[in-house]
């Protein structure tokens, strides 16, 4: 099991800046991909961005230039640093941890984040 722990949101201007915090614990080891969806009021859940256990990152078109996923291996902790804020990003944002190896595959989610851009 996998257990995964988010804090950062919070209400902010557009244009401003907030960073996310997803720190995981349990049987975390192995090829795996954390990443962070988000999902609005009366919208599907989306995806935002993900990282790889190597390294490799991919991208919602909408938040490319302004949002960098990373992740430190040693604290077992993915960020979501987002700037440039607009109210369209305002959502619930999630964590996600899906483990990959063919023997050992799983997927887990948090509880989930507030994110609210003003204008």
């Known amino acids: 099991q996998v257990q995964l722990v988010e804090s950062g949101g919070g209400l902010v201007q557009a244009g401003g800046s907030l960073r996310l915090s997803c720190t995981t614990s349990?049987?975390?080891?192995?090829?795996?991909?954390s990443g962070w969806y988000r999902q609005a009021p009366g919208k599907q859940r989306e995806l935002v961005a993900s990282?790889?256990?190597?390294?490799?990152?991919n991208y919602a078109d909408s938040v490319k230039g302004r949002f960098t996923i990373s992740r430190d291996n040693a604290e077992n902790t993915v960020y979501l640093q987002m700037n440039s804020l607009k109210p369209e990003d305002t959502a619930r944002y999630y964590c996600?941890?899906?483990?990959?190896?063919?023997?050992?595959?799983?997927?887990?989610w948090g509880q989930g984040t507030q994110v609210t851009v003003s204008v």
């Open positions: 990282i790889t256990s190597g390294g490799t990152t």
């Open positions: 996600n941890f899906q483990k990959l190896a063919p023997w050992d595959r799983g997927t887990y």
């Open positions: 349990g049987s975390t080891s192995g090829i795996n991909i």
